[in-house]
Each structure stands twice: as C-alpha cells, then as structure tokens.
C-alpha cells in the first residue's frame, strides 16, 4: 500500500462490464466479446481525505508519483532527472 505522510492513498479508478448474463460461463465470453468500462467515481483533478485516507483517481495518482520522483532526482543531485510534469 502506498501512502503520503502516514495516510494510505486509495485508487479508485473502476472497470465496469458492458453487458452482463445472469450465467456465469456465458457471462465469461460477453466480457470478453463485449468489453469493459474504466471509470472514476471521484474526477480527475480532485482528492478526497477522509479519516486519514486519501482518495484519489490513477492518474492523479501517477502526476503525484512521477512529481516525487523528479523532486528525490534533484534533491540527490542525480543528472538523470525526469522531466517534470508541467
């Protein structure tokens, strides 16, 4: 689990199926005829604390990441820093 000053950080990107049967065999092969859904219930942009756990979408998620990683490059004075996230 990852977390960000001592509060763990959910992700809560979810994948939803587009068309379901009540049969589970055939329910197998309409997911993988038909697909599934990715979407957020918290939108991109916002972050959510509640109770000391951060709530936030994958992306978000992984801006804040790659953010980290190109400060802890300058701080260690490495010459092969990331690009930032502008």
């Not at 939803?16 to 219930?41: A, F, L, M, S, T």
């Not at 801006?63 to 980290?68: D, P, Q, R, T, W």
Request: overall charge positive; some cysteine; hydrophobic content about 30%.
């Amino acid at each position: 689990m990852t977390e960000w000053n001592g509060m763990p950080i959910i992700i809560t990107t979810r994948f939803q199926q587009r068309r379901k049967h009540r049969k589970k065999r055939i329910n197998k092969k309409w997911k993988k005829k038909y697909g599934v859904i990715k979407y957020d219930p918290i939108p991109e942009g916002e972050v959510l604390i509640y109770e000391g756990t951060v709530y936030m979408s994958e992306r978000d998620f992984y801006l804040i990441k790659k953010g980290f990683d190109c400060a802890d490059a300058e701080l260690r004075g490495d010459d092969d820093v990331p690009e930032s996230i502008t």
